[in-house]
């Protein structure tokens, strides 16, 4: 029987064959052809060389050949897959109906090699894909018996990563996926999941990366990674009836989704293992900033060349990798601004030592030439005051409150200026009070939060009065007024969490349908409800974020130091990630943080 099973995928082929060579009926020959309906079957194979399961394939000069019932052509050589990989990619080439597919160097002895097509091949003509088909055959006496599945997906939004490599290492030491090849690999699919088959049964440590340059290496400055925490051996013996195996048309959502796994790996983004700088520019005539390679810069000291150290405001964004500079001083400001800093930088021993760095912050012709406008009609209103955008979302009012953001940072406020005034349904008018807070993450951004509860059916106003605020560029604001009332939309609903058991700080994110937008989102660090108001009809996922160092950020892993990004999990409710909320709805759901993170 196992004789027999190598052939089995080559009996289609036989029967293309026969159908041709007994044909069902004569040809007309007094009907001019017509051209007849178009050809929608894929190419079928109808012979590979070696064929499936074959030992004792030779290491130098190996070629492997796949026959076609017709004319193909390679569409995806990347698809084009070796496992586990050589130094270089598969080369192919096309001779009739058939693929040779050959290597530059050498393979490696008593190796099992499996070489997938998949999503490589599609017929000369009509652009029918081939369904895809895995050659197994070894450089040894046997073939190895054992697989495994898994699901490669975005740590941030679980969504699957198409076209990851996943890689299982013999060797342990940490240094592995940076220094050589894998002992086995595999691409995933549209779906984020993966298949390996014929792999040996022992101990592997198990790594998936978006490799860039496709040399099958972990390069952290440009790649995305994922690991097992623990070492993983193999626990199923492959033969060609596992589900998993099959070969599926990845529009089909219910049978790929069927599939099991084995191991799930989230792939994050390290943080670069350099710092230094790498981009300086001044946008303005007061205004600059760096970026650094890493995050968690450490500035010791810094200051501008010829003015006083307190002359300098500077904030860094919360990743503390990125900072903006503004110069404190109405003179006039030269074209180059000299930068001294001191901060820790990488040395070519790899350590972080304080270094000495002079930054040059120069104009450039664009800029110079806005800020030296010819004529008074050049200049702008805009280029004359503290300019700044006021804010405020009916559906987020009471959790957000107002915002005021300027474009400069200020040097003189009054906040006490502002008027704060509601007006109920009977034009009754009333001064309100409110709280001030500065953003701790941006020194120009301003939150003002009522501090009575707003009511539906008041309008409310809150005015900015005139020259009551300065910028470091000396100008002062304009007056501006802004309106807010809570929405009566009888069609809008609410989502509710009663959330329990909350051992940790969690990061609750109310998202898009697609993920790829937080709508709102809560901090919570107890039990207590989570409450999403003014909700429009509508798909959801809502995204849980363990945050362990309570810095408010989704913090990545490490390889080097075996710690797995921050934990995230999506809420479902029967086995479904989205929400469907309807109009007229209050939805409440309880959470167990306990049970959802086990």
Request: net charge neutral; charged share 25%; hydrophobic share 35%.
């Amino acid at each position: 029987m196992k004789r027999l099973s190598k052939y089995i995928p080559l009996i289609p082929a036989a029967l293309v064959l026969g159908a041709m060579m007994f044909p069902s009926g004569c040809a007309n020959t007094t009907t001019p052809p017509s051209g007849g309906p178009k050809d929608t079957i894929p190419p079928v194979l109808v012979k590979t060389a070696p064929l499936p399961g074959t030992v004792n394939v030779p290491t130098h000069n190996t070629q492997v050949k796949f026959t076609f019932d017709e004319y193909v052509v390679v569409k995806e050589p990347n698809n084009i897959f070796l496992s586990p990989p050589l130094e270089k990619k598969p080369k192919f080439r096309m001779s009739g109906k058939t693929l040779v597919v050959s290597f530059e160097s050498d393979l490696d002895t008593n190796t099992t090699y499996t070489l997938d097509i998949t999503g490589a091949v599609a017929d000369n003509n009509e652009n029918n894909w081939y369904e895809g088909f895995t050659l197994v055959f070894s450089t040894g006496s046997q073939i190895d018996s054992m697989c495994m599945t898994g699901l490669v997906q975005d740590c941030n939004t679980l969504m699957p990563l198409k076209g990851a490599t996943v890689l299982l290492y013999k060797d342990h030491a940490d240094s592995a996926i940076f220094l050589h090849r894998p002992d086995a690999a595999a691409k995933t699919d549209d779906w984020g999941y993966f298949s390996l088959r014929n792999i040996k049964d022992t101990i592997y440590r198990v790594y998936a990366l978006k490799d860039a340059n496709n040399n099958n290496k972990y390069e952290p400055d440009q790649e995305s990674v994922a690991f097992l925490s623990d070492p993983y051996r193999p626990k199923t013996v492959f033969n060609d009836s596992l589900y998993e195996f099959k070969k599926f048309n990845m529009k089909d959502t219910a049978l790929c989704l069927a599939r099991k796994t084995d191991v799930e790996l989230n792939v994050f983004r390290e943080k670069p293992s350099k710092q230094f700088i790498v981009k300086k520019e001044r946008v303005g005539l007061r205004t600059a900033f760096l970026t650094f390679m890493a995050p968690n810069a450490k500035i010791n000291s810094m200051k501008f060349r010829g003015l006083p150290a307190e002359k300098l405001i500077s904030q860094f964004n919360p990743q503390k990798d990125s900072l903006e500079l503004w110069v404190n001083d109405q003179r006039k400001m030269p074209d180059t601004l000299h930068l001294l800093i001191n901060y820790d930088k990488t040395d070519t021993l790899g350590n972080l030592v304080p270094t000495d760095e002079v930054v040059k912050l120069a104009l450039d012709k664009k800029l110079r030439a806005e800020l030296q406008k010819s004529s008074q009609r050049d200049i702008k209103h805009t280029d004359t005051i503290a300019v700044f955008k006021g804010a405020v979302d009916p559906t987020t009012v009471e959790q957000y409150g107002f915002t005021v953001e300027f474009q400069y940072p200020l040097i003189q406020d009054a906040w006490d200026s502002l008027t704060f005034r509601s007006v109920n349904p009977r034009q009754q008018e009333k001064v309100e009070r409110y709280d001030v807070t500065r953003d701790p993450d941006n020194l120009r951004k301003y939150t003002i939060m009522p501090r009575e509860k707003l009511q539906t059916g008041f309008d409310y106003f809150l005015k900015i009065p005139y020259r009551k605020f300065r910028d470091v560029n000396g100008y002062y604001n304009d007056s501006t007024e802004l309106k807010v009332t809570l929405p009566n939309d009888e069609k809008l609903s609410s989502i509710t969490f009663e959330m329990s058991k909350v051992r940790h700080r969690y990061i609750i994110d109310l998202l898009t349908e697609k993920r790829d937008k937080v709508i709102r989102s809560f901090i919570i660090e107890n039990d207590q409800a989570v409450h999403f108001p003014y909700v429009q009809a509508g798909k959801y996922c809502v995204r849980i974020t363990e945050d362990s160092n309570g810095n408010g950020l989704v913090d990545t892993g490490s390889i080097l130091e075996h710690r797995q990004p921050e934990k995230v999990m999506f809420y479902k409710i029967k086995d479904q990630f989205l929400l469907d909320i309807p109009e007229r709805t209050e939805y409440v759901q309880k959470i167990d943080m306990e049970e959802l993170f086990r």
